[in-house]
């Protein structure tokens, strides 16, 4: 017998004479020594005739292999492996056995602290196709330790948006309101100034609004589209379509117009980050009907991004690009924007 | 998953924007109003009545609405037409106010500029880039630049005036140092360019003149130290004002333009000043002003090869005078001293004033060569100044004395180029001290070999030791002797004989002389005892370099012990059995050599208490014609009474040309070790390359003299050690 660690997990060989096994009593066994593996102490156990008498094991027609967890401190998680080993010396396929179990300690009264297979392989079977030559046959068992996670590996995931999004919520200790198309909202200037520098330069430059104690009025956005971005500008979340179900104004309005807005608004005031997160929302519902609507908010709104997107479209599929042309907002990009209309030419190589 | 973009999720369609304001062209003229009077209120200093958000705003629709041109072709000319106004105003400002009022105003302008960039930010961000134009705040520098700072009016007058005030800064005046540093700034914010070519290029040239002319007032009025203590102030004050108000590049330029005006320029006349110059500090020993010159003329380029230079030729010209000096020749201690004490103020003075820099020590040790080898006897003053030192200048010096000063006699032993030469002496002299044990301590004698192996090696002191050996071998040897022969000795003389190896000791002729019977006896008695023990040995009897102790009594009784050489313990006791002797009497029976003899009995008859024998006719010099008497009346008040031989301190001519022969005639074999070494080696070399390497291989002991090798050459070739190539006569061929 010979003890050797492979991949990592510790294994242990069995070189048994069969003639010599076959004199044996059932129950008798070998085992390998105490066996330290992540932390545990272990044994492999074979009983070349059975472990014990049973209805498919009257007169010791089976091989069994077991693992017995021999430390008596806790529970431990183990692999256990078992194969035979050929007449040339390679692991056979057929005879290759492993199980995944928690293994009680030693001693305890509950749980189960030994487990295999009773019938891990007929004798009759290694007779015929495991014993060598010189009357001898190996059998390899390998036991590895499952290493449960530390929770303190994994450092908490980032919750700082949730945070200040309950202060955008619950306006503690607000210093600014905005009045859009009539509704008021309660911010805190800091957190504005830190993530536009249109509102820094608002908030704390060196006109009007930088020592309003009354209410700021902002013009140009709806009240929808100020409380998504202000959302984002506490959060970092990008509103989801479900959001707008919830909305008292604009019940009427669709949720690519919303986005639409909102990546206006994103541009506006300096929100790189929300401005792809709405282009992205944009590009993952265009279609023929819309990409000449969402090519004009691209390249109005400074989103090359999204216009290399858009531009792209049209130069894929005959019939995409036919149906893509006869649309409204296809005639109004190629009234106001007619040098679109070069690039898309150079793109699908042809005649619009 | 398909390649026809995006799957459908919903099908919608977009609206026509809600908020979407059409700018007509009338609108967006009304709009620019909006912002331009805006612009114009906020150079008013009216921006806190504003609306950034109405602003902003707008600015934002004008672009967005493809009127971004319009918006930054209006912003420019406004600015430009504000920026015009307030050219006015500071042009109107009156004398002392102008640079107050032109940097208040650059302050509003750059207050006006963030506000104005804070509300085109939209514009900056997207309508700058793509249309290539310069981004607001960076077009407002720019038109100041162009409209405030070049302007002609402005111009020359902001440069004059920072001009006049560093000159009346320099002159003593105290001026507004913030207001210079906010206009400096101003320019430095405008671009370095601008600050480099709108100021600092003219500061530069009128600094030039300011200090050209300064330099050549100062040069006439000031002496040297003065000058230079002038120099360093103002480069000080230069440096001080680049901290307070100018920009940190402009240090090196101006500090190079003092050092170039004020040290460059006048470095030879500085140096050579009459009466304060670079001479008189090196005589005077003045550290703080050496030190500044050293300090301020590194700063321009070959000014410490200047000083230097001057260094040097004052070393060399006054060494020459000490070693050339027939004065100084007279005392060689005297002479030694005069030169360490030299080596020892210019340490000084490089160590303290030029910072231990190494090309002054090297111009110092070179100096030190030069002038200590003009003088040929200078390796044997070395010698005799070692030999006074260690006879009674160290006695009572603690080993640390002892070293420092040796140290230092060997600093000038390393400058020798006739190392050889101080060997020779060195050897005289120290058997002198040995065979007299007219010497401090050992232990500093032996710190001394230590001292001269370490230079020159082993070769070179082998002999020395040699000598220290003998005498430790000596001092066995007698007491050995007495130890076993005291029987046979009774009470005769006692005798202490030095056993001197040959060849150890330097060469002296050994005429015999009579020595005394009762001398005679125990010499004799010596040399069977020793030959008995050293098989093989042969001896021979330096009597010129004995010294004799004898007990003698006067006229009246009275009792001295005379210490005197062997030569004169001969001619004394012949009085033993004479009243009167003549001359030619002492002669016949001691067989004392002439020129010794009249010396040894100088110091008999014709020193004034030291006269213990009298001479007739009374005169101070000796003739063959004199007769000598026992001086009964001798006296005097010591017991012990040692009369020395009047002995030179240093050599006659004759003996000098004598020890100059034998060491000339002792460079032969060496020159001629080293030819057969190279030749050895070489097998075939031409004549010139042997006479280079011959003398590095010596050089180290003295250098060979070319015409010397040539015929040492020559001997080797009759001798058959080398062979002329048949071809080319000065080439030589080594025979094996």
């Known amino acids: ?352 | 998953m398909s390649s026809g973009g995006p799957p459908r999720k919903r099908n919608f369609k977009i609206e026509a924007f809600k908020n979407r304001v059409d700018l007509d062209p009338k609108y967006a003229e009304r709009t620019w109003k909006v912002l331009e009077h805006a612009i114009h209120e906020i150079y008013n200093r009216n921006a806190s009545g504003l609306s950034f958000e109405e602003l902003y705003r707008s600015a934002y629709n004008m672009v967005l609405h493809k009127y971004g041109e319009k918006l930054y072709d209006g912003l420019q000319s406004t600015m430009t037409w504000r920026l015009k106004e307030i050219s006015k105003s500071i042009e109107a400002a009156q004398g002392g106010l102008f640079l107050e009022e032109l940097n208040a105003k650059w302050m509003d302008h750059n207050k006006a500029l963030q506000m104005i960039r804070d509300i085109l930010m939209y514009m900056d961000r997207t309508y700058v880039p793509t249309s290539h134009r310069t981004p607001v705040h960076e077009l407002g520098l720019n038109l100041w630049r162009d409209h405030i700072i070049h302007s002609p009016m402005i111009h020359s007058r902001l440069v004059n005036t920072l001009l006049d005030l560093i000159k009346r800064e320099r002159m003593g005046e105290v001026i507004n140092r913030g207001l210079m540093r906010s206009i400096t700034k101003m320019l430095m914010d405008l671009g370095p360019a601008v600050y480099q070519d709108d100021f600092e290029k003219p500061f530069l040239d009128v600094s030039a003149r300011f200090y050209s002319v300064e330099s050549q007032e100062f040069i006439v009025c000031c002496d040297c130290g003065n000058y230079l203590k002038k120099a360093e102030r103002r480069l000080n004050e230069e440096m001080e004002r680049v901290s307070h108000y100018l920009d940190a590049g402009s240090e090196a330029k101006i500090t190079s333009v003092v050092e170039k005006e004020m040290i460059a320029n006048h470095m030879h006349r500085l140096v050579h000043m009459e009466n304060s110059g670079l001479v008189n500090m090196l005589v005077d020993d003045q550290y703080k002003d050496l030190g500044r010159m050293y300090s301020l003329f590194r700063r321009v380029p070959d000014g410490l090869s200047t000083i230097r230079d001057v260094m040097t030729s004052y070393l060399r010209e006054t060494g020459k005078q000490l070693v050339i000096d027939p004065e100084s020749l007279k005392d060689p201690v005297e002479f030694v001293q005069r030169l360490l004490n030299e080596k020892d103020k210019h340490d000084k003075i490089i160590s303290v004033a030029f910072g231990n820099d190494k090309t002054f020590q090297n111009a110092l040790n070179s100096s030190f060569e030069y002038f200590l080898n003009l003088n040929s006897r200078s390796p044997e003053f070395i010698s005799l100044y070692v030999d006074d030192k260690l006879r009674k200048g160290l006695k009572g010096a603690t080993e640390e004395d002892v070293e420092v000063i040796l140290d230092k006699v060997m600093m000038l032993f390393r400058y020798l180029q006739e190392k050889d030469v101080f060997e020779k002496y060195y050897k005289q002299h120290l058997a002198k001290r040995l065979l007299s044990s007219k010497t401090v301590s050992d232990d500093a004698e032996r710190s001394m070999i230590v001292k001269l192996k370490t230079e020159c090696g082993y070769q070179f002191t082998s002999k020395l030791e040699g000598m220290f050996t003998d005498m430790k071998t000596s001092q066995d040897t007698m007491q050995d002797f007495y130890a076993k022969k005291s029987e046979e000795l009774g009470d005769g003389p006692t005798l202490d004989v030095h056993i001197l190896t040959t060849g150890s000791w330097p060469t002296q002729p050994s005429p015999p002389c009579n020595l005394p019977t009762e001398i005679l006896t125990v010499c004799e008695k010596f040399r069977a005892y020793y030959l008995g023990t050293h098989n093989g040995r042969r001896l021979t009897w330096q009597t010129n370099m004995g010294t004799a102790d004898i007990k003698a009594t006067f006229g009246k009784g009275q009792k001295h012990e005379l210490n005197v050489s062997t030569y004169q313990m001969c001619v004394l006791m012949l009085f033993n059995n004479a009243d009167g002797l003549t001359y030619k009497d002492i002669e016949r029976d001691t067989e004392i050599p002439a020129s010794d003899l009249k010396r040894c009995l100088q110091s008999l008859a014709c020193v004034k208490g030291k006269n213990v024998l009298r001479k007739e006719p009374m005169s101070k010099d000796i003739s063959e014609d004199d007769t000598f008497y026992f001086n009964d009346k001798f006296t005097s008040k010591l017991v012990k009474v040692k009369i020395g031989t009047v002995v030179a301190q240093k050599e006659s001519e004759p003996e000098k040309q004598e020890t100059r022969q034998r060491v000339e005639e002792d460079r032969k074999p060496q020159i001629e070790a080293a030819i057969v070494r190279i030749m050895k080696s070489r097998r075939v070399l031409d004549h010139n390359s042997i006479v280079a390497e011959v003398t590095k291989q010596l050089q180290a002991r003295f250098l060979p003299n070319p015409v010397v090798i040539k015929k040492r050459i020559e001997s080797l070739i009759e001798r058959e050690f080398l062979e002329r190539d048949k071809v080319d006569r000065k080439l030589y061929r080594y025979l094996a």
Request: charged share 25%; hydrophobic share 40%; net charge negative.
């Open chain 1, 1 to 352: 017998m010979s003890d050797s660690t492979f991949n990592s997990c510790f294994t242990h060989q069995f070189k048994l004479n069969y003639e010599d096994t076959e004199k044996v009593a059932i129950g008798y066994s070998v085992s390998s020594e105490d066996i330290l593996a992540g932390g545990h102490l272990w044994r492999i156990v074979c009983y070349p005739r059975g472990d014990r008498h049973e209805k498919e094991n009257k007169k010791g027609e089976c091989l069994s292999m077991f693992l017995r967890h021999e430390s008596e401190s806790k529970d431990a998680k183990a692999i256990f492996e078992a194969f035979v080993m050929d007449k040339e010396g390679t692991v056979s396929s057929s005879h290759h056995s492993r199980l995944v179990r928690v293994f009680a300690p030693k001693g305890s009264g509950g749980g189960i602290g030994s487990l295999g297979w009773r019938s891990f392989v007929k004798r009759s079977v290694l007779e015929s196709r495991y014993v060598t030559n010189d009357g001898w046959f190996v059998i390899v068992g390998a036991v590895k330790v499952v290493q449960e996670e530390d929770p303190l590996d994994l450092p908490p995931s980032n919750n700082i948006g949730s945070h200040l999004g309950l202060l955008l919520y619950s306006a503690a200790g607000s210093d600014v309101t905005f009045v859009v198309d009539g509704e008021r909202f309660a911010a805190h200037r800091a957190v504005l100034a830190a993530r536009s520098p249109v509102f820094k330069a608002q908030l704390f430059g060196s006109m009007a609004e930088a020592t309003m104690t009354t209410s700021i009025p902002l013009h140009g956005t709806s009240a929808a589209t100020f409380r998504a971005m202000l959302r984002f500008m506490y959060t970092d979340a990008c509103p989801e379509e479900a959001d707008d179900s919830d909305s008292d104004s604009d019940s009427d309005s669709s949720p690519g117009e919303m986005f639409h807005d909102l990546l206006a608004a994103a541009d506006r005031f300096d929100l790189d980050r929300l401005k792809l997160l709405c282009a992205r929302k944009l590009w993952n519902n265009v279609c023929e009907d819309t990409v000449a609507d969402t090519l004009i908010c691209a390249e109005t709104y400074n989103c090359p991004q999204l216009k290399r997107k858009c531009l792209g479209f049209f130069g894929e599929g005959k019939d995409f690009k036919t149906k893509a042309v006869l649309t409204d907002g296809f005639a109004r990009l190629a009234l106001e924007f007619p040098w679109i209309l070069d690039e898309l030419r150079e793109k699908v190589g042809g005649s619009a």
